[in-house]
């Protein structure tokens, strides 16, 4: 387990510009404030393209034989699940923040977290050895733990279950990633029935989205 600086993501602020006339529009000024209807629809059409590629596919759900490699990138954390909220809960042991994921060449799997330690912004980077068992790994963090893959589409989301056994008690805990910060619900309802699968209800769900004090978002 490595510790590493920390860093905050901003948002790029946008820069305002004069519009402008352009040639061959006889009006003496600047284009019409409202958009031609073809311009308009085509606007509309890529707007509804954009929702619908965040919905969520069961089509394209993988339960096993995962591919690793499109596993790696970054993700961000959106919600987790237990049946000890205590440690997933705000200064909970197991409550940590993904940025990224990498699959390593000797098929181990590398998370790099973040999480808040006495004020301080605090990364850590998690190797997880391989089992024989695809999607499936170990390591050793606040106890001996299995990492099993649930689900994912690649794409969009990846849902990971943590079996942790620490002083002989067990502690189940399930995490949603998403590729962007923020998921529509069909992502969430699916998180919830993957839950109900090992015994969790909604009253062992946290929402995640804008509870890392270590990233700032600018709206």
């Keep these: 387990m490595q510790r ?17 006339g352009r040639k ?78 990498e699959s390593l060449e000797d098929g181990s799997l590398k998370f790099n977290f973040q999480f808040m330690v006495l004020g301080e912004c605090v990364k850590v980077a998690v190797v997880c050895e391989k089992t024989d068992r695809n ?26 279950h943590l079996r942790n056994m620490r002083n002989g008690t067990e502690t189940n805990v399930l995490a949603l990633y998403g590729r962007v910060p923020d998921l529509s619900p069909s992502f969430l309802e699916r998180f919830e029935k993957v839950c109900r699968k090992y015994g969790l209800g909604p009253q062992n769900i946290l929402s995640l989205s804008d509870q890392n004090d270590c990233c700032k978002y600018k709206k």
């Excluded at 969520?56 to 959106?78: C, E």
């Design 24 to 101: 061959g529009y006889k009006g003496g000024g600047p284009w019409p404030r409202h958009p031609p209807v073809g311009m308009a629809l085509l606007l509309l059409s890529l707007g509804l393209s954009l929702v619908s590629t965040q919905e969520l596919n069961p089509q394209a759900i993988v339960r096993k034989n995962y591919d690793m490699a499109k596993v790696s990138g970054v993700w961000y954390s959106v919600s987790m699940a237990s049946d000890d909220m205590k440690r997933i809960e705000k200064d909970g042991d197991l409550r940590v923040f993904i940025q990224n994921i």
């Design 135 to 160: 999607g499936e790994y170990t390591v050793n963090y606040e106890g001996d733990n299995r990492v099993l893959l649930s689900e994912t589409d690649y794409k969009l989301y990846i849902t990971f």
């Design 4 to 20: 590493m600086g920390g860093e905050d993501r901003q948002c790029p602020e946008a820069g305002g510009r004069k519009l402008q």
